[in-house]
DNA sequence: TTATTGACTGGCG
DNA sequence: ACGCCAGCCAATA
């Protein structure tokens, strides 16, 4: 699998998180395959342009402690991912340190791998013909 | 070519 | 709860 492959695969399972869901960056790493890519999930959706269609929901990706990380002091994308969440109704409880955070236990999205369209099917062969539909049995 | 850098994770104290 | 460290691996420098 390639950059860009892995950036579409990204994006697919990203797009299959449930609006009022949210799932952290290993967990869709592990979904497409590659569980040690936790960091290039992030990397992926930090490249990815705002006016995308259809959108992406990179909102509803939190770090494994369910925390938002602050991608330091002087940016603003925590904030705005708090918002994009808060906005689709996700409650994010902000600690003491200002420290923002889901609860995994109501709002987490952890479906088993395999269990989950990534896109990405088998490598295209000669001759490959195939359905659309049968993307996905589950 | 090697070194550093992450929108990270998991283990240990 | 918090901090530190090792592992991780593609992109950058």
Known sequence: MDSAEFHAAVYHVVRQIPPQKVTSYGHVAKLIG??????????A??????DAAPPV???RVVASNGTISSRGPGTDGAQRQRDALAA???????????????DFGVWGWFPEPG??????RREP???DDE???EVDEA
């Open 131 to 133: 359905l659309e539909g």
């Open 88 to 102: 689709e109704g996700v409650d994010v409880a902000v600690s003491r340190g200002g420290e923002l955070r889901v």
């Open 57 to 59: 929901p990179w909102q």
């Open 45 to 50: 959706l930090k490249w990815l342009s705002p």
């Open 125 to 127: 062969a000669e001759g």
């Open 34 to 43: 590659m569980p040690r890519h936790s960091r290039h999930v992030g990397q």
């Open 115 to 120: 269990t989950v369209d990534t896109g990405v």
